[in-house]
């Protein structure tokens, strides 16, 4: 699973520390009888948000002999349990537990199939979520009774952690493994997708159709899934094996543009893993509302509406091509091979982190995928909170607690630094004999430890043990000691962490602007001196090059040396450093500005050229006289529209009524972010213009950057025609204010909002207030986000009351007050 990382969660959490409860203790779950066929009928009253169930479930006891069986049924009526045969058994239902008792004992092999018809009626489960999910239901009805015009119904499954218990009996545990099969009943013009082939189709004559999906392999129970809706299926294949996409019908043209990539992805990862492909087939379904970024249910992955984007947003990035590869690696590490234990859930989310980057180095480069492991570095130390937590870890207040940036970043980080230390050939061989010996099986971290040192001859217990199994990383001060007579330069670290770490390190020392790599060892000591040699004095020594140690490092450069760092260092890291150190001295150092004008105008990489021009400070005079020509030419030639959306942006800063022609003419571009970056420019000096501009948008969705540019206008133009598209990005604009003063300009037209009859832009705030809040519950901005939703319910009751009898009115009212209830 992907979680969705908002830039609120990385705003917020900077110096937010949380007290961690590990009083718990969470082994794997106890096996006494095991999971082999599941073979499911369902239906549906849509309306009503019910599904009608027959789950034929077979078993066997794990090893030793039972007469009783234990299943996970979350928010069911029960009415039938008995054995195939229709002999009856008796039963107790929690709510929670089916506890059966079987017709006699079964021993080891010998297999039993029980059957249960239910009704499933997710809402009535209050059950954790993950930090992103604020009801873990299992089953989702969207719009189901077809209150929101501009929203389509559908109905789709998340299952991870242990929700699919919320729509079909079973053993909810990731250590347990069946085959299945499933029959939907949908009304005729619904699509459906499930895991598996779909094998039969079949029309009712209530104008109802039955699929038939079989998945004959053995996955786990959080990886079963149902998606159903009005979709178009745009088909693909990657050798004889279908890859499938199903996107709303206004994508369907643009589906192979978003998605495309995906039969490259998966002959790349098949080749480097050794191992081709496991399943039958790979479909991607995007479902609306959908709450936890993406999910890679065996064989179907579902994807956040975000993924949906038009040429127009694509030309500037397809910003979900990592996730796209996430979910994919995670039908060989997580769908195969899969954890045995939320505890280790790492050995499926620390893999699918790491494989963005090996996507993005494979088809863009290393710059490129360094960017992204220097984002998932930051999302890492953001969450200081995080540090005393052991990647693998037995000990936790819930399971949902474990989808965190220690899982996923962090995990990720940690497994570039091992691929850096094995080598690629030994690190990808590991990989490839932990599956070939895990297929189809429950695993642990241990099994990785032991399929690289098999594969390597070398013991990584020093490894696991501080990275897999320890916690934090190392903290470093460096000191310098040049020895002129002998022509040395000593070294010194010291770790100022409590727990100290044992570690490869890089050092480049800089002669003629020449680089020459030594490669220590520092042990697990307070300090570690090192002590190299040199032929002239160094411009530059530079620590930790690459940033392949995961680690912060305390080093006082000069100037001069980060000027010497940027202009003679390859790497990403160490240039974006540089570039970061000389932002500070832009108004005071000659050479700090200079430099910051080279990297935005001929650093080979477009997300440096971009950071350089967004670190430029406009607000300084000598800035912006020296800067502006610059921008000026990025602007209207740079080759990435990205790098000319930043320009215009910092154009805008310097003097918005002087480029105004150059936004204008600038606003053809096919880019969004082109597009927004002139109407935002444009409507600091001329509102009109701005308003102008939009109106020549014809997109009714044209992705988060423009919509919020489109709203941002309409706002301060006080367009009330688009109080739809204000509303879908009300909380964005709150979010990125820079001032009280923008605040309560957007607070007007939330009171527009609420105070009138307006039932789609009000269920657009609430359902986005409700996405967003379990995120930030325990940030200020979470008690504001609150405060908000709270005196929105007060101005709509008002409004309710004051009006005509007004049934519309009084449905906003309860949908507000459902959502505030969520959130509380």
């Keep these: 699973m992907k979680k969705s990382i908002l830039l609120l969660v990385s705003i917020l959490a900077i110096n937010f520390t949380k007290a961690q409860d590990y009083s718990d203790y969470h082994p794997s779950s106890t096996m006494v009888n095991d999971l082999v066929h599941t073979k499911l009928k369902v239906g549906f009253d849509i309306p009503n948000e019910k599904l009608f169930g027959e789950a034929w479930i077979t078993l066997k006891p794990h090893f030793y002999p039972t007469d009783s069986l234990t299943l996970d049924a979350k928010g069911m009526e029960i009415s039938v349990v008995s054995l195939t045969g229709n002999k009856s058994l008796k039963y107790s239902y929690s709510g929670t537990k089916l506890k059966i008792a079987l017709d006699k004992t079964y021993k080891r092999n010998e297999t039993y199939t029980v059957y249960i018809k239910y009704v499933a009626i997710p809402g009535s489960i209050n059950q954790k979520g993950s930090q992103a999910i604020h009801d873990a239901k299992g089953l989702y009805f969207i719009n189901p009774r077809g209150e929101n015009k501009e929203k389509p119904t559908q109905i789709w499954t998340q299952g991870e952690t242990e929700s699919n218990s919320c729509w079909f009996p079973t053993i909810d545990k990731p250590n347990q493994k069946t085959s299945e099969e499933i029959y939907i009943t949908v009304p005729d013009k619904y699509v459906t997708l499930s895991n598996g082939v779909l094998k039969t189709q079949t029309k009712n004559s209530d104008g109802t159709r039955t699929d038939y999906w079989k998945f004959d392999k053995k996955h786990a129970p959080y990886l079963f899934f149902m998606g159903i809706g009005e979709f178009s299926i745009v088909k693909d294949k990657w050798k004889n094996i279908p890859v499938d996409y199903y996107v709303d019908k206004e994508y369907e043209p643009y589906a192979k543009q978003i998605f495309g990539d995906t039969p490259s992805m998966i002959e790349y990862f098949s080749t480097i893993l050794q191992y081709p492909y496991p399943w039958e087939k790979y479909s991607q379904m995007v479902g609306r509302d959908y709450i936890s970024g993406a999910m890679e249910n065996t064989t179907c992955t579902l994807h956040d509406e975000s993924a949906l984007q038009k040429p127009g947003q694509l030309i500037d990035k397809n910003t979900w091509e990592p996730v796209i590869a996430h979910e994919l690696f995670h039908h060989w590490f997580g769908d195969l091979a899969t954890t045995e234990s939320w505890s280790n859930l790492p050995v499926n989310e620390s893999f699918a982190n790491y494989s963005e980057y090996l996507w993005l180095e494979h088809k863009y480069g290393k710059d490129y995928a ?126 100022i962490q409590n727990l100290k770490f044992q570690f490869p390190l890089d050092i480049d020392i800089y002669e003629n602007g020449k680089a020459t790599r030594h490669h220590v060892w520092a042990k697990a000591t307070d300090k570690n001196t090192f002590e190299l040699p040199y032929k002239t004095k160094p411009q530059l020594v530079n620590i930790n090059p690459d940033r392949v140690l995961l680690c912060e490092l305390t080093d006082d450069k000069t100037i001069e040396q980060y000027i010497s760092q940027y202009n003679y260092a390859i790497e990403y890291s160490s240039r974006k450093e540089a570039l970061s150190k000389l932002a500070d001295a832009q108004t005071s150092h000659t050479g700090a500005l200079e430099t910051l004008l080279k990297a935005a105008s001929f650093d080979k990489f477009e997300g440096l050229r971009s950071f350089a021009i967004s670190k430029l400070d406009e607000t300084n005079p000598n800035v912006k006289q020296k800067s502006a020509p610059v921008l000026e030419k990025i602007a209207t030639s740079d080759s990435k529209t990205l790098v000319q959306a930043n320009a215009i942006k910092q154009l805008g800063k310097i003097d918005a009524t002087k480029y105004k022609n150059l936004f204008i003419k600038s606003f053809n571009s096919p880019s969004y972010g082109v597009k927004a970056a002139c109407i935002l420019a444009i409507l600091k000096v001329d509102k009109n213009a701005a308003s102008e501009l939009v109106s020549k948008i014809d997109d009714k969705n044209p992705g988060k950057d423009l919509s919020t540019a ?115």
């Design 370 to 495: 360094e960017e992204h492991r220097d984002e998932e570095r930051k999302g890492y130390m953001y969450g200081r909170e995080d540090f005393e937590k052991d990647l693998i870890r037995f000990q936790y207040k819930d399971k949902e607690d474990m989808l965190d940036a220690v899982s996923y970043n962090k995990g990720g980080l940690i497994l570039h630094m091992l691929r850096n230390y094995l080598g690629d050939d030994a690190f990808f061989s590991g990989m490839s004999v932990y599956l070939k010996n895990n297929e189809y099986k429950a695993t642990e971290a241990h099994q990785l430890r032991l399929a690289w040192e098999e594969v390597s001859g070398k013991d990584l217990n020093w490894f696991f043990n501080q990275w897999f199994f320890g916690n934090g990383h190392p903290k470093l001060k460096v000191a310098y000691n040049y020895n002129e007579l002998q022509k040395t330069v000593s070294i010194t670290l010291t770790q």
């Design 710 to 824: 489109i709203a941002k206008t309409a706002i301060y133009t006080k367009d009330n025609s688009k109080l739809g598209i204000i509303s879908k990005s009300f909380l964005e604009l709150l979010i990125s204010s820079e001032s009280q003063e923008e605040a309560d300009t957007y607070i007007e037209s939330l009171k527009t909002i609420m105070q009138g009859n307006y039932p789609t832009e009000t269920q657009n705030i609430v359902d986005a207030f409700v996405k967003v809040y379990p995120q930030a519950k325990n940030y200020e901005f979470g008690k504001f986000m609150l405060q908000i939703i709270q005196v929105s319910l007060q101005m709509k009751q008002q409004a309710s009351i004051t009006s005509f009898p007004n049934q519309s009115l009084k449905d906003q009212v309860k949908y507000i007050s459902d959502g505030l209830d969520k959130m509380k």
